[in-house]
């Protein structure tokens, strides 16, 4: 019966994956220089949806909301049909890093002393914790006391006591939890949705990996260095990642060392050339989303309707999003078209 759902449920998702948006498409909106053009484009798609006018595409905020509104119509189809289903636990924790997002913005919000009119929450949540409830809190000591997930209130608790409250070590230790969150559901238990060598539970490994290595860089980028990087992760079960990091001192160096073991060359180069070519540290952000898209689509090939292939449909959501922002938020900052459009490339030599 179990086996039966989880058939049933990745067929929908299926016909969930048709709806996405082709990404020739998306290319060539790259090179699409007006700002009416690209609306009138974009007006039959999820995200058109949320913009009232081309106006709204040189409006960054207006984008992210767009962008982040979209996703969660789509996640919330995906819940719908997994409702009642081992694999809505899964999805719910895979989700809960939007969750995690926006406490970590009421926490600043309530440390640095913000009015309730300046805390701007990303539009998409409520997967596994009550955004809404927890944002209604006027301090930090009576947050903590509300989080049902005490994992995360000891966190919470812990960095508000520190003498410093360096920003980056809440986030660190937010991305840290995250993993182990996903991790946990591959611990071999009797129940568990997945296994760790099934392909659902290899396609798990190649995310939390990716999501450490995007976490380091952006970390790094910041000038903190490596071994104070990997102090704050603990033990995690990716030897050479958390090694390379480790040894690294600046973001240059990380991404050298990157460069010198075969899984992770390609994405340390292509960031390197996009770096150079575009001074901007979303590149980070859209590479590491390529490679969890590349991932995440050889390894649920293996089995095609399964868990793999449900995960694969998230992947696929937020590569497709991250396709969008990189376009529009491109375009805001003067990057090239042919710089946006060669950024949103696909390596020919991948036969998905």
């Known amino acids: 019966m179990v086996k039966a759902k989880v058939r049933y449920l990745a067929v929908r998702t299926h016909g969930l994956y048709s709806h996405l948006l082709d990404l020739d498409e998306m290319r060539s909106w790259a090179l699409i220089d007006s700002d009416e053009e690209l609306f ?9 949806a949320f ?6 595409l040189s409006n960054v905020s207006k984008v992210e909301e767009a962008i982040y509104r979209s996703l969660s ?10 409702r009642g289903t081992k694999m809505e636990l899964l999805l719910r924790n895979f989700l809960s890093k939007y969750d995690i997002e926006n406490l970590r913005r009421i926490v600043f919000s309530l440390t640095y002393g913000r009015t309730p009119e300046e805390l701007y929450l990303i539009p998409i949540g409520g997967f596994k914790l009550d955004i809404g409830k927890l944002s ?3 301090k930090v000591e009576h947050l903590v006391d ?3 997930d005490r994992g995360l209130a000891k966190i919470i608790q812990g960095w508000y006591a520190s003498e410093y409250r360096e920003p980056y070590r809440l986030d660190l230790s937010l991305d840290s939890y995250y993993v182990r969150t996903l991790l946990s559901m591959l611990e071999g238990i009797r129940k568990s949705v997945v296994k760790k060598r099934s392909p659902a539970g290899q396609l798990i490994l190649s995310y939390a990996e990716s999501y450490i290595m995007r976490s380091a860089l952006k970390a790094l980028y910041l000038d903190i260095k490596g071994d104070e990087v990997t102090s704050i992760y603990g033990k995690l079960p ?3 990642l958390m090694n390379v ?14 460069l010198k073991i075969e899984p992770y060359k390609p994405y340390a180069y292509e960031i390197m050339e996009a770096m150079k070519e575009v001074g901007e540290p979303w590149v980070i952000e859209h590479t590491i989303q390529k490679k969890i898209y590349l991932e995440s689509l050889r390894i649920s090939l293996k089995r095609p309707v399964s868990e793999a292939y ?9 590569w497709e999003a991250q396709n969008v922002k990189t376009i529009l938020l491109g375009r805001i900052s003067k990057i090239s078209r042919d710089t946006l459009y060669k950024l949103l490339e696909l390596p020919t030599t991948t036969s998905f």
Not at 51 to 56: I, N, R, V
Not at 73 to 82: G, N, Q, T, W
């Open 51 to 56: 913009f009232e006018g081309p106006q709204d």
């Open 238 to 240: 990716f030897k050479r």
């Open 245 to 258: 990091i480790n040894s690294s001192s600046n973001i240059n160096e990380l991404l050298d060392n990157l």
């Open 146 to 148: 509300l989080l049902e």
């Open 40 to 48: 009138n484009r974009m007006t039959n798609t999820d995200y058109g």
């Open 310 to 318: 449900i995960l694969k449909y998230l992947n696929a959501t937020e």
């Open 73 to 82: 119509v789509r996640f919330r189809r995906l819940l719908s049909l997994a």
């Open 136 to 138: 209604k809190t006027t």
